[in-house]
């Protein structure tokens, strides 16, 4: 049977909100989609709360491939594994702890045949544990200049925001590695993709109710890490397709901007870490995407005003968790 939809879900501890996930998948709106679960090894009663669901809906249950890894290689390996097992025309890619409008394939993939899309993409929400909120990406029909638009945090890098033609991803590399490993995938499909459009409405649903508890500890060596790691692939990349002299500027601002808020103090060593090169106040005025304002706040980093830049950063922040 040749599927319209090929839907990907990466399960790895999630027994909290998987249920709530599989449901809104089960119960969409459209019949012609392939499900395909990845047990990345998971530790916990996920791949059992799957088999319960799935017999709510016998209706699902033959188009359905359970793929269980023999250990845990990470979220973009078990993207890879999903779409290696594929055979929908569009590959759309959810996490095993969010869930969707139940109209959001059939609308997606309305548009993309409308349109002739090689990508569509759509609005979400953030949801906390006492609150929503709707996230809008500002684009215009069609969308160009992707790639400037990630850097810019314009066009968001998740992965799970884009419904995408399979052909494209025979020319991306999965990541390997864990931290922002959406950026890298989302920022070769973008440039390989002919043709991207925006669908002014959110249909997908960001589950980010335990990221504000107390008691969760945040690791800046493993986004150190993660960030070199980053770097050194989008970096391959684009001097592959020799455009790196026209995202350079862009790039070390993005690493500039990524790492700053969270090393503080420890800025200077933390960006020695993941790049020396990116230690310059030139890569953030060359940066297009930036205003007159957030340059002139990033610029606080190297003009020995660092202290100002983190102490604004702190009521940012204060703000921030006041309004959650």
């Known amino acids: 049977m040749v599927y319209d939809i090929s839907i990907i879900v990466p399960i790895y501890n999630t027994e909290k909100y998987i249920e709530k996930c599989l449901v809104s998948l089960f119960e969409q709106d459209y019949d012609n989609i392939e499900y395909i679960f990845v047990n990345d090894k998971t530790m ?22 359970i793929i269980n890894k023999l250990k845990n290689e990470g979220l973009g ?4 594994t999903g779409f290696e097992n594929s055979t929908g025309k569009y590959i759309i890619h959810i996490d095993s702890d969010d869930w969707c ?3 959001m394939i059939s609308s997606l993939y309305s548009k993309a045949k409308e349109e002739n899309a090689d990508i569509v993409c759509c609005d979400y929400f953030e949801n906390y544990s006492n609150k929503e909120i709707y996230v809008k990406q500002n684009l215009k029909n069609p969308i160009k200049n992707s790639t400037s638009l990630i850097y810019k945090y314009t066009l968001w890098p998740m992965v799970w925001l884009y419904l995408a033609k399979k052909d494209l991803y025979k020319n991306v590399e999965f990541a390997d590695f864990s931290y922002a490993e959406d950026n890298y995938l989302t920022t070769q499909l973008f440039y390989c993709s002919k043709k991207s459009i925006h669908i002014n409405f959110g249909y997908y649903h960001y589950n980010r109710a335990n990221e504000h508890s107390l008691t969760k500890k945040y690791d800046i060596q493993k986004e150190i890490d993660g960030l070199r790691v980053l770097d050194t692939k989008l970096r391959i990349f684009f001097k592959k397709k020799n455009i790196w002299e026209r ?3 862009q790039h070390f601002s993005f690493i500039i901007r990524s790492i700053a808020p969270k090393a503080k103090m420890d800025f200077f060593k933390a960006i020695e870490e993941i790049n020396p090169d990116a230690n310059s106040v030139k890569h953030i005025i060359k940066d297009d995407n930036l205003g007159i304002i957030k340059k002139a706040f990033y610029s606080l980093i190297f003009i020995k005003m660092l202290w100002l830049f983190c102490l604004a950063q702190d009521l940012k922040t204060i703000f921030k968790k006041s309004k959650l």
């Open 101 to 103: 409008e139940l109209d």
């Open 44 to 65: 916990d009663n996920s791949m059992q709360i799957l088999s319960n669901v799935l017999k709510r809906y016998p209706n699902r249950e033959k188009h359905v491939k």
């Open 77 to 80: 390996q078990a993207r890879k």
């Open 247 to 249: 995202y350079k500027s």
